[in-house]
T-cell receptor, first 117, second 113 residues
Framework: AQKVTQAQTEISVVEKEDVTLDCVYE???????LFWYKQPPSGELVFLIR??????QNEISGRYSWNFQKSTSSFNFTITASQVVDSAVYFC??????????????FGTGTKLQVIP | NAGVTQTPKFRVLKTGQSMTLLCAQDMNHEYMYWYRQDPGMGLRLIHY???????AKGEVPDGYNVSRLKKQNFLLGLESAAPSQTSVYFCASSSSARNTEAFFGQGTRLTVV
């Protein structure tokens, strides 16, 4: 069974600090996809990044970066020079083939990030 | 560009009442999903649909029914609401490939008293 663990329930940082959100996953599939979503206080989940299991290249997008390591089954998310607008709940998710061909997605329980001005 | 729209945004029900949540997407996506979000439990899949006229059970389907009569709409019904169904409900859609991201609605906060 697939599983996604976000051990950090809540994190508080002071503005401009760097912060890393951890995500550890379990799956038996060799082909799978990992996602990060952001849920700001407004409530709607917003897609941030997708990574497939064959691409371990780290990715950087502005102040955001992602570190995917298959050896440790981790897909961690780092925000550099955090800002108040980064305050949100962040979800890591794992997608693999479900029965009937649908996209079986398992979400972690989320990490609430509070950036203090 | 509307994306995924859910109605209503808020609702309070009495135990035993019924209601229907409506989800509409304008991206021509094949896949649609209903999730519930509860504190400390992340998002859990209630039901999903892989195309017009099809529905299937997810992780926590009991007490809910769904219908997908039109490709763009996915309805979630509660026939007899219970306090345990107090939650925030999210609808999402995605294209047919499993490597694509899901687009979420803004959520419906439901309270059953």
């Amino acid at each position: 069974a697939q599983k996604v663990t976000q051990a950090q329930t809540e994190i508080s940082v002071v503005e401009k600090e760097d912060v890393t959100l951890d995500c550890v996953y379990e799956t038996r599939d060799t082909t799978y996809y990992l996602f990060w979503y952001k849920q700001p206080p407004s409530g709607e989940l917003v897609f941030l990044i997708r990574r497939n299991s064959f691409d371990e290249q780290n990715e950087i997008s502005g102040r955001y970066s992602w570190n995917f390591q298959k050896s440790t089954s981790s897909f961690n998310f780092t925000i550099t020079a955090s800002q108040v607008v980064d305050s949100a709940v962040y979800f890591c998710a794992l997608s693999e083939a479900g029965s009937g061909g649908y996209q079986k997605v398992t979400f972690g329980t989320g990490t609430k990030l509070q950036v203090i001005p | 560009n509307a994306g995924v729209t859910q109605t209503p945004k808020f609702r309070v029900l009495k135990t035993g009442q019924s209601m229907t949540l409506l989800c509409a997407q304008d991206m021509n996506h094949e896949y649609m999903y209903w999730y519930r979000q509860d504190p400390g439990m992340g998002l859990r899949l209630i039901h999903y649909s892989v195309g017009e006229g099809t529905t299937a059970k997810g992780e926590v389907p009991d007490g809910y029914n769904v219908s997908r009569l039109k490709k763009q709409n996915f309805l979630l019904g509660l026939e007899s609401a219970a306090p345990s169904q107090t939650s925030v409900y999210f609808c999402a859609s995605s294209s047919s490939a499993r490597n694509t991201e899901a687009f979420f609605g803004q959520g419906t906060r439901l309270t059953v008293v």
